[in-house]
Protein backbone atom coordinates (compact mmCIF):
# COMPACT_ATOMS: atom_id res chain seq x y z
CA UNK A 1 0.00 0.00 0.00
CA UNK A 2 2.84 2.40 0.82
CA UNK A 3 4.04 1.73 -2.62
CA UNK A 4 1.19 2.41 -4.32
CA UNK A 5 0.56 5.89 -2.69
CA UNK A 6 4.38 6.54 -3.33
CA UNK A 7 3.76 5.76 -7.40
CA UNK A 8 0.49 8.25 -6.94
CA UNK A 9 2.44 10.75 -5.75
CA UNK A 10 5.25 10.58 -8.18
CA UNK A 11 3.16 10.14 -11.41
CA UNK A 12 0.91 13.39 -9.48
CA UNK A 13 4.28 15.57 -9.19
CA UNK A 14 5.16 14.03 -13.04
CA UNK A 15 1.97 15.56 -14.48
CA UNK A 16 2.46 19.21 -12.73
CA UNK A 17 5.32 19.76 -14.22
CA UNK A 18 4.49 18.93 -17.31
CA UNK A 19 1.45 20.73 -16.73
CA UNK A 20 3.55 23.82 -15.81
CA UNK A 21 6.10 23.47 -18.85
CA UNK A 22 3.78 22.61 -21.34
CA UNK A 23 0.19 24.09 -20.49
CA UNK A 24 1.44 27.61 -17.86
CA UNK A 25 5.04 28.22 -19.46
CA UNK A 26 3.00 28.38 -22.94
CA UNK A 27 -0.19 30.02 -23.27
CA UNK A 28 -1.70 33.02 -21.49
CA UNK A 29 -4.80 32.78 -18.78
CA UNK A 30 -8.31 31.90 -20.64
CA UNK A 31 -9.54 29.67 -22.87
CA UNK A 32 -7.27 27.37 -24.05
CA UNK A 33 -5.08 27.12 -20.79
CA UNK A 34 -8.15 25.66 -19.22
CA UNK A 35 -8.94 23.41 -22.13
CA UNK A 36 -5.43 21.77 -21.78
CA UNK A 37 -5.14 21.98 -17.77
CA UNK A 38 -8.13 19.50 -18.09
CA UNK A 39 -6.61 17.31 -21.15
CA UNK A 40 -3.55 16.79 -18.41
CA UNK A 41 -5.78 16.11 -15.84
CA UNK A 42 -7.40 13.91 -18.09
CA UNK A 43 -4.24 11.99 -18.98
CA UNK A 44 -3.44 11.73 -14.90
CA UNK A 45 -6.67 9.66 -14.36
CA UNK A 46 -5.45 7.34 -17.37
CA UNK A 47 -2.63 6.52 -16.33
CA UNK A 48 -4.58 5.43 -12.73
CA UNK A 49 -6.54 3.54 -14.90
CA UNK A 50 -4.58 1.78 -16.82
CA UNK A 51 -2.05 0.44 -13.74
CA UNK A 52 -5.40 -0.36 -11.77
CA UNK A 53 -7.71 -1.75 -14.63
CA UNK A 54 -5.73 -3.17 -17.80
CA UNK A 55 -4.86 -6.40 -15.81
CA UNK A 56 -9.13 -7.22 -15.79
CA UNK A 57 -9.79 -8.57 -19.29
CA UNK A 58 -12.63 -5.96 -19.50
CA UNK A 59 -10.39 -2.98 -19.51
CA UNK A 60 -7.74 -4.37 -21.64
CA UNK A 61 -8.48 -1.64 -24.21
CA UNK A 62 -7.17 0.86 -21.56
CA UNK A 63 -3.36 -1.17 -21.74
CA UNK A 64 -2.86 0.83 -25.72
CA UNK A 65 -3.26 4.57 -24.66
CA UNK A 66 -2.46 4.38 -21.38
CA UNK A 67 1.07 2.88 -21.62
CA UNK A 68 1.52 4.95 -24.54
CA UNK A 69 1.10 7.74 -22.99
CA UNK A 70 3.04 6.79 -20.13
CA UNK A 71 6.15 6.22 -22.22
CA UNK A 72 5.45 9.68 -23.86
CA UNK A 73 4.61 11.45 -20.21
CA UNK A 74 8.06 9.85 -19.51
CA UNK A 75 10.32 11.13 -21.97
CA UNK A 76 8.56 14.51 -21.91
CA UNK A 77 9.33 14.60 -18.45
CA UNK A 78 13.06 13.69 -18.89
CA UNK A 79 13.74 15.84 -21.85
CA UNK A 80 11.89 18.87 -20.17
CA UNK A 81 14.54 17.92 -17.45
CA UNK A 82 17.41 17.94 -19.23
CA UNK A 83 16.26 21.18 -21.48
CA UNK A 84 16.09 23.46 -17.80
CA UNK A 85 19.40 24.52 -17.64
CA UNK A 86 19.67 25.70 -21.33
CA UNK A 87 16.71 27.02 -21.14
CA UNK A 88 17.69 29.04 -17.69
CA UNK A 89 20.98 30.63 -19.41
CA UNK A 90 18.92 31.65 -22.50
CA UNK A 91 15.99 33.36 -19.91
CA UNK A 92 19.12 34.97 -18.45
CA UNK A 93 20.33 36.27 -21.40
CA UNK A 94 17.66 37.25 -23.06
CA UNK A 95 16.57 39.68 -20.42
CA UNK A 96 20.22 41.32 -19.65
CA UNK A 97 19.38 42.09 -23.48
CA UNK A 98 16.29 43.05 -22.97
CA UNK A 99 17.06 45.08 -20.10
CA UNK A 100 19.86 47.01 -22.32
CA UNK A 101 18.05 47.92 -24.97
CA UNK A 102 15.07 49.48 -23.06
CA UNK A 103 14.17 52.72 -23.28
CA UNK A 104 16.28 55.36 -21.13
CA UNK A 105 15.19 58.13 -18.83
CA UNK A 106 17.37 60.93 -18.74
CA UNK A 107 17.85 62.52 -15.63
CA UNK A 108 19.03 65.81 -15.75
CA UNK A 109 20.72 67.33 -12.66
CA UNK A 110 19.59 70.92 -10.95
CA UNK A 111 21.49 73.16 -13.43
CA UNK A 112 23.42 72.87 -16.38
CA UNK A 113 24.91 69.07 -15.58
CA UNK A 114 25.43 66.14 -17.63
CA UNK A 115 22.41 63.99 -18.81
CA UNK A 116 22.99 60.82 -16.87
CA UNK A 117 21.09 57.59 -18.43
CA UNK A 118 19.66 55.19 -16.40
CA UNK A 119 18.11 51.72 -17.49
CA UNK A 120 14.24 51.34 -17.26
CA UNK A 121 12.41 48.10 -16.50
CA UNK A 122 11.14 46.14 -19.85
CA UNK A 123 7.55 46.96 -20.40
CA UNK A 124 5.24 43.60 -19.09
CA UNK A 125 4.35 42.92 -22.32
CA UNK A 126 7.56 42.45 -23.70
CA UNK A 127 8.50 40.34 -20.68
CA UNK A 128 5.61 38.14 -21.24
CA UNK A 129 5.98 37.79 -25.24
CA UNK A 130 9.93 36.27 -24.39
CA UNK A 131 8.64 34.17 -21.58
CA UNK A 132 5.74 32.52 -23.92
CA UNK A 133 8.17 32.14 -26.83
CA UNK A 134 11.27 30.33 -24.71
CA UNK A 135 8.47 28.08 -22.98
CA UNK A 136 7.15 27.37 -26.46
CA UNK A 137 10.68 26.62 -27.83
CA UNK A 138 11.12 24.48 -25.05
CA UNK A 139 7.89 22.75 -25.34
CA UNK A 140 8.37 21.99 -29.04
CA UNK A 141 11.92 20.62 -28.67
CA UNK A 142 10.86 18.45 -26.24
CA UNK A 143 8.10 17.09 -27.34
CA UNK A 144 9.37 16.27 -30.87
CA UNK A 145 12.32 14.38 -29.21
CA UNK A 146 9.84 12.44 -27.19
CA UNK A 147 7.58 11.82 -29.61
CA UNK A 148 10.67 10.49 -31.29
CA UNK A 149 11.99 8.34 -29.47
CA UNK A 150 8.21 6.98 -28.12
CA UNK A 151 8.16 5.93 -32.10
CA UNK A 152 11.45 4.39 -32.37
CA UNK A 153 11.33 2.76 -29.17
CA UNK A 154 8.18 0.98 -29.90
CA UNK A 155 9.12 0.27 -33.57
CA UNK A 156 12.40 -1.59 -31.47
CA UNK A 157 9.64 -3.58 -28.57
CA UNK A 158 6.89 -4.82 -30.96
CA UNK A 159 9.75 -6.08 -33.75
CA UNK A 160 11.91 -9.29 -34.25
CA UNK A 161 14.24 -10.11 -31.09
CA UNK A 162 17.92 -10.45 -31.98
CA UNK A 163 19.56 -13.12 -31.46
CA UNK A 164 22.29 -13.15 -29.38
CA UNK A 165 25.28 -15.05 -29.51
CA UNK A 166 27.48 -15.70 -26.11
CA UNK A 167 29.86 -18.39 -25.39
CA UNK A 168 30.57 -19.22 -21.34
CA UNK A 169 34.05 -20.69 -20.39
CA UNK A 170 33.28 -22.38 -17.05
CA UNK A 171 36.67 -24.14 -16.22
CA UNK A 172 35.47 -27.19 -14.66
CA UNK A 173 32.96 -28.20 -17.55
CA UNK A 174 33.74 -31.79 -18.60
CA UNK A 175 35.10 -31.43 -22.30
CA UNK A 176 32.19 -33.90 -23.02
CA UNK A 177 29.52 -31.14 -22.16
CA UNK A 178 31.45 -28.64 -24.45
CA UNK A 179 29.49 -26.87 -27.36
CA UNK A 180 25.99 -27.61 -25.24
CA UNK A 181 23.97 -24.85 -26.46
CA UNK A 182 21.17 -23.22 -24.37
CA UNK A 183 18.04 -21.12 -25.83
CA UNK A 184 17.71 -18.75 -23.21
CA UNK A 185 14.57 -16.47 -22.94
CA UNK A 186 13.09 -14.35 -20.54
CA UNK A 187 10.38 -11.56 -19.64
CA UNK A 188 8.15 -12.81 -22.49
CA UNK A 189 5.26 -10.83 -20.62
CA UNK A 190 1.94 -12.11 -22.44
CA UNK A 191 -0.80 -10.10 -21.62
CA UNK A 192 -3.19 -7.35 -23.14
CA UNK A 193 -0.55 -5.74 -25.49
CA UNK A 194 0.84 -8.92 -27.21
CA UNK A 195 -0.73 -11.12 -29.46
CA UNK A 196 -0.62 -14.94 -30.27
CA UNK A 197 1.91 -13.97 -32.81
CA UNK A 198 4.19 -12.93 -30.42
CA UNK A 199 4.49 -16.21 -29.19
CA UNK A 200 4.83 -17.73 -32.05
CA UNK A 201 7.54 -15.89 -33.06
CA UNK A 202 9.29 -16.49 -30.48
CA UNK A 203 8.45 -19.91 -30.50
CA UNK A 204 9.75 -20.22 -34.63
CA UNK A 205 13.15 -17.75 -33.35
CA UNK A 206 13.50 -20.49 -30.83
CA UNK A 207 13.18 -23.66 -32.86
CA UNK A 208 15.84 -22.23 -35.66
CA UNK A 209 18.34 -22.11 -33.23
CA UNK A 210 17.96 -25.96 -32.88
CA UNK A 211 19.17 -25.45 -28.97
CA UNK A 212 20.27 -28.80 -26.65
CA UNK A 213 18.08 -26.85 -24.24
CA UNK A 214 15.32 -24.08 -24.13
CA UNK A 215 15.20 -22.19 -20.75
CA UNK A 216 12.54 -19.78 -19.85
CA UNK A 217 13.84 -17.42 -17.30
CA UNK A 218 10.73 -16.11 -16.02
CA UNK A 219 7.70 -13.45 -16.54
CA UNK A 220 6.13 -15.63 -18.90
CA UNK A 221 3.06 -14.13 -18.44
CA UNK A 222 1.07 -10.82 -16.48
CA UNK A 223 -2.37 -12.29 -16.12
CA UNK A 224 -4.41 -15.23 -15.31
CA UNK A 225 -4.40 -18.77 -17.57
CA UNK A 226 -7.93 -17.78 -18.11
CA UNK A 227 -7.40 -14.34 -19.60
CA UNK A 228 -3.91 -15.26 -21.58
CA UNK A 229 -4.01 -19.24 -22.18
CA UNK A 230 -4.69 -19.29 -25.50
CA UNK A 231 -1.52 -16.74 -26.42
CA UNK A 232 0.59 -19.07 -24.01
CA UNK A 233 -0.36 -22.55 -26.91
CA UNK A 234 2.33 -21.97 -28.89
CA UNK A 235 5.01 -23.28 -26.47
CA UNK A 236 3.64 -26.92 -26.96
CA UNK A 237 5.46 -26.44 -30.23
CA UNK A 238 8.94 -25.59 -28.72
CA UNK A 239 11.70 -27.84 -30.07
CA UNK A 240 15.26 -29.01 -28.52
CA UNK A 241 17.24 -32.21 -27.94
CA UNK A 242 16.38 -32.49 -24.01
CA UNK A 243 13.94 -30.30 -23.42
CA UNK A 244 12.23 -26.93 -22.63
CA UNK A 245 12.28 -25.32 -18.78
CA UNK A 246 10.87 -22.80 -16.61
CA UNK A 247 11.62 -21.11 -14.00
CA UNK A 248 8.79 -18.08 -11.82
CA UNK A 249 9.54 -14.32 -12.15
CA UNK A 250 8.30 -12.03 -9.90
CA UNK A 251 5.12 -11.46 -12.60
CA UNK A 252 4.00 -15.13 -12.14
CA UNK A 253 3.03 -14.23 -8.50
CA UNK A 254 1.31 -10.87 -9.29
CA UNK A 255 -1.93 -12.90 -10.50
CA UNK A 256 -4.78 -13.20 -7.78
CA UNK A 257 -4.24 -17.56 -8.67
CA UNK A 258 -0.81 -17.47 -7.88
CA UNK A 259 2.12 -19.02 -10.27
CA UNK A 260 0.29 -22.99 -9.69
CA UNK A 261 -2.17 -22.48 -12.35
CA UNK A 262 0.55 -21.65 -14.80
CA UNK A 263 2.84 -24.33 -13.80
CA UNK A 264 0.16 -26.54 -14.86
CA UNK A 265 -0.57 -24.98 -18.09
CA UNK A 266 2.72 -25.34 -19.38
CA UNK A 267 3.09 -28.71 -17.66
CA UNK A 268 0.45 -29.66 -20.47
CA UNK A 269 2.27 -27.45 -23.14
CA UNK A 270 5.23 -29.68 -22.51
CA UNK A 271 7.42 -27.24 -20.58
CA UNK A 272 8.70 -28.26 -17.05
CA UNK A 273 8.95 -26.03 -14.20
CA UNK A 274 11.97 -26.14 -12.45
CA UNK A 275 10.42 -25.13 -8.46
CA UNK A 276 13.24 -25.59 -6.45
CA UNK A 277 14.76 -28.88 -8.16
CA UNK A 278 17.23 -29.83 -10.78
CA UNK A 279 17.49 -32.50 -13.32
CA UNK A 280 20.14 -33.90 -15.12
CA UNK A 281 21.08 -33.08 -18.92
CA UNK A 282 23.10 -35.90 -20.42
CA UNK A 283 24.96 -35.16 -23.02
CA UNK A 284 27.33 -37.61 -24.81
CA UNK A 285 28.08 -39.53 -21.84
CA UNK A 286 28.50 -36.86 -19.71
CA UNK A 287 26.11 -35.17 -16.95
CA UNK A 288 25.01 -31.93 -16.09
CA UNK A 289 22.88 -30.52 -13.16
CA UNK A 290 20.52 -27.89 -14.68
CA UNK A 291 18.41 -26.64 -11.71
CA UNK A 292 15.80 -23.84 -11.13
CA UNK A 293 14.72 -22.15 -8.23
CA UNK A 294 11.20 -19.53 -7.34
CA UNK A 295 11.70 -16.39 -7.64
CA UNK A 296 12.42 -14.06 -4.85
CA UNK A 297 8.81 -12.59 -4.87
CA UNK A 298 7.53 -15.97 -3.87
CA UNK A 299 8.88 -15.45 -0.45
CA UNK A 300 5.42 -13.59 0.64
CA UNK A 301 3.63 -16.55 -0.62
CA UNK A 302 5.72 -19.61 1.48
CA UNK A 303 6.92 -20.23 -2.38
CA UNK A 304 10.34 -18.24 -2.42
CA UNK A 305 13.73 -19.65 -3.55
CA UNK A 306 15.21 -23.19 -1.71
CA UNK A 307 19.11 -23.13 -2.82
CA UNK A 308 19.26 -26.04 -0.68
CA UNK A 309 16.31 -27.99 -1.74
CA UNK A 310 17.91 -27.19 -5.66
CA UNK A 311 21.16 -28.24 -5.21
CA UNK A 312 21.84 -29.58 -2.04
CA UNK A 313 23.28 -33.51 -2.26
CA UNK A 314 24.44 -32.84 -5.39
CA UNK A 315 27.88 -34.70 -7.15
CA UNK A 316 29.74 -31.53 -6.47
CA UNK A 317 32.68 -33.09 -9.36
CA UNK A 318 29.55 -31.98 -12.08
CA UNK A 319 28.94 -28.63 -13.70
CA UNK A 320 26.12 -26.73 -12.25
CA UNK A 321 23.54 -24.25 -14.40
CA UNK A 322 21.21 -22.28 -12.36
CA UNK A 323 17.81 -20.73 -13.80
CA UNK A 324 16.94 -18.18 -11.36
CA UNK A 325 14.82 -15.52 -12.86
CA UNK A 326 16.80 -12.06 -10.95
CA UNK A 327 20.60 -11.62 -10.98
CA UNK A 328 20.36 -10.75 -7.78
CA UNK A 329 19.75 -14.39 -6.47
CA UNK A 330 23.08 -15.01 -7.83
CA UNK A 331 25.00 -14.37 -4.40
CA UNK A 332 22.97 -17.18 -2.45
CA UNK A 333 24.00 -19.30 -6.07
CA UNK A 334 27.42 -18.61 -5.79
CA UNK A 335 28.10 -19.69 -2.18
CA UNK A 336 25.95 -23.58 -3.20
CA UNK A 337 28.95 -24.51 -5.97
CA UNK A 338 26.89 -22.91 -8.84
CA UNK A 339 29.33 -22.65 -11.87
CA UNK A 340 26.59 -20.54 -14.04
CA UNK A 341 23.37 -18.80 -13.42
CA UNK A 342 20.96 -18.10 -16.25
CA UNK A 343 18.90 -14.77 -15.57
CA UNK A 344 16.62 -12.30 -16.96
CA UNK A 345 14.43 -9.35 -14.92
CA UNK A 346 15.83 -5.97 -15.86
CA UNK A 347 15.11 -5.97 -19.15
CA UNK A 348 18.38 -4.38 -19.72
CA UNK A 349 16.73 -1.39 -18.43
CA UNK A 350 14.04 -1.25 -21.03
CA UNK A 351 13.66 2.35 -21.48
CA UNK A 352 17.35 4.93 -21.42
CA UNK A 353 17.87 6.02 -18.33
CA UNK A 354 16.59 3.46 -16.47
CA UNK A 355 19.93 0.93 -17.36
CA UNK A 356 21.61 3.82 -14.55
CA UNK A 357 19.32 3.05 -12.38
CA UNK A 358 18.85 -0.94 -12.26
CA UNK A 359 22.64 -1.07 -10.72
CA UNK A 360 21.39 -0.10 -7.57
CA UNK A 361 19.07 -3.08 -7.05
CA UNK A 362 20.67 -6.03 -9.39
CA UNK A 363 24.43 -6.86 -9.90
CA UNK A 364 24.60 -7.18 -13.46
CA UNK A 365 22.18 -5.32 -16.10
CA UNK A 366 22.58 -7.26 -19.09
CA UNK A 367 25.14 -9.49 -20.73
CA UNK A 368 27.58 -11.60 -19.51
CA UNK A 369 29.15 -11.01 -15.58
CA UNK A 370 29.75 -12.34 -12.35
CA UNK A 371 28.99 -12.21 -8.88
CA UNK A 372 31.52 -14.03 -6.04
CA UNK A 373 33.49 -15.14 -8.97
CA UNK A 374 30.95 -16.90 -10.53
CA UNK A 375 29.13 -16.29 -14.11
CA UNK A 376 26.15 -14.87 -14.69
CA UNK A 377 24.27 -14.31 -17.66
CA UNK A 378 21.71 -11.65 -17.81
CA UNK A 379 19.13 -11.91 -21.09
CA UNK A 380 17.60 -8.81 -21.63
CA UNK A 381 14.05 -10.35 -22.34
CA UNK A 382 12.05 -11.25 -25.41
CA UNK A 383 9.19 -8.93 -24.42
CA UNK A 384 8.06 -5.61 -22.38
CA UNK A 385 6.50 -4.38 -19.87
CA UNK A 386 3.87 -1.93 -19.24
CA UNK A 387 4.59 0.45 -22.60
CA UNK A 388 5.65 -1.10 -25.37
CA UNK A 389 8.86 0.59 -25.92
CA UNK A 390 12.51 -0.16 -25.68
CA UNK A 391 15.08 2.11 -25.90
CA UNK A 392 18.78 1.03 -25.45
CA UNK A 393 18.03 -2.33 -24.71
CA UNK A 394 16.18 -3.92 -27.88
CA UNK A 395 14.36 -7.41 -27.32
CA UNK A 396 16.76 -10.89 -27.28
CA UNK A 397 17.17 -14.35 -27.17
CA UNK A 398 20.17 -15.78 -26.30
CA UNK A 399 22.15 -18.45 -28.03
CA UNK A 400 24.45 -19.83 -24.72
CA UNK A 401 27.29 -22.19 -25.92
CA UNK A 402 29.24 -23.48 -23.12
CA UNK A 403 33.13 -23.98 -23.80
Known amino acids: MVFVFFMVAVVTAVHYYLWHRLVRSTTRPGRLRRSLSFAVAGLFVLVVATFVGSRVEAFHWLAWPGFLWIALMFYLFVFLVVLEVPRAVVALVTRRRAARRAPVAELVSAGAGPVVAEEAPEPAADAMSRRLFLGRATAAVAGVSALGTVGYGATVALGDPVIEPVRVTLPGLDQRLRGL ?223
Open 181 to 403: RFAVVSDIHLGPLTGIGHTERIVRMINGMEADVVAIVGDLVDGSVAALGRLAKPFQHLESRYGAYFVTGNHEYFTEEGPGEWVEELAGLGVRSLRNERVEIRHQGAVLDLAGVNDLNGVAMDDGPDFGKALGGRDPGRAAVLLAHQPLQAEQAAEHGVDLQLSGHTHGGQMMPFNLVVPLQQPVVSGLGTVKGMPVYVTRGAGFWGPPVRVGAPPEITMLELR
